[in-house]
Each structure stands twice: as structure tokens, then as C-alpha cells.
């Protein structure tokens, strides 16, 4: 029977020691979310600003096929 109870008091002897452990990891995994979330909402924009180029480079061509086709008198 004591034997029993020194297990279960060295078992929450422990208790607070891995509760701070939990807590450094859980703080860690937050702080690699909000890193990755921020990554996300970069790579969004940047996205868009392909977006905006490419859908500008096509205006352009199309501006100069028109061009050639009146050069052309197609």
C-alpha cells in the first residue's frame, strides 16, 4: 500500500515539470503557425501581383497583334 502511494506521489511530483513542457511545445507550434500563415498570405499576394503582370503582358500582345494585323490589312 505505500509503495503504492510513493508511485502515485512521485508520478505528481511530475506533473508540473510536464505540464511546462506541454506548454513550450504548444507555444512552439503556434509560433510556426502564425510564421506559416504569414508565408501563405505573402505567397497570396505575390500571386495576385503575378496575376496583375500576366494579364498586362497579354494586353500588350494583343495590343500589338492588332498592330500587325492592320499593318497587314488582315
Given at each position: 500500500?505505500?509503495?503504492?502511494?510513493?508511485?502515485?506521489?512521485?508520478?505528481?511530483?511530475?506533473?508540473?515539470?510536464?505540464?511546462?513542457?506541454?506548454?513550450?511545445?504548444?507555444?512552439?507550434?503556434?509560433?510556426?503557425?502564425?510564421?506559416?500563415?504569414?508565408?501563405?498570405?505573402?505567397?497570396?499576394?505575390?500571386?495576385?501581383?503575378?496575376?496583375?503582370?500576366?494579364a498586362e503582358a497579354n494586353a500588350i500582345r494583343l495590343a500589338i497583334l492588332k498592330v500587325i494585323q492592320d499593318i497587314l490589312?488582315?
Amino acid at each position: 500500500m505505500k509503495a503504492t502511494i510513493d508511485r502515485r506521489k512521485s508520478i505528481l511530483v511530475q506533473i508540473p515539470d510536464v505540464i511546462r513542457q506541454k506548454k513550450q511545445e504548444l507555444l512552439a507550434k503556434v509560433k510556426e503557425s502564425r510564421t506559416i500563415c504569414g508565408s501563405l498570405e505573402n505567397a497570396s499576394e505575390i500571386a495576385e501581383e503575378y496575376k496583375h503582370k500576366v494579364a498586362e503582358a497579354n494586353a500588350i500582345r494583343l495590343a500589338i497583334l492588332k498592330v500587325i494585323q492592320d499593318i497587314l490589312g488582315l
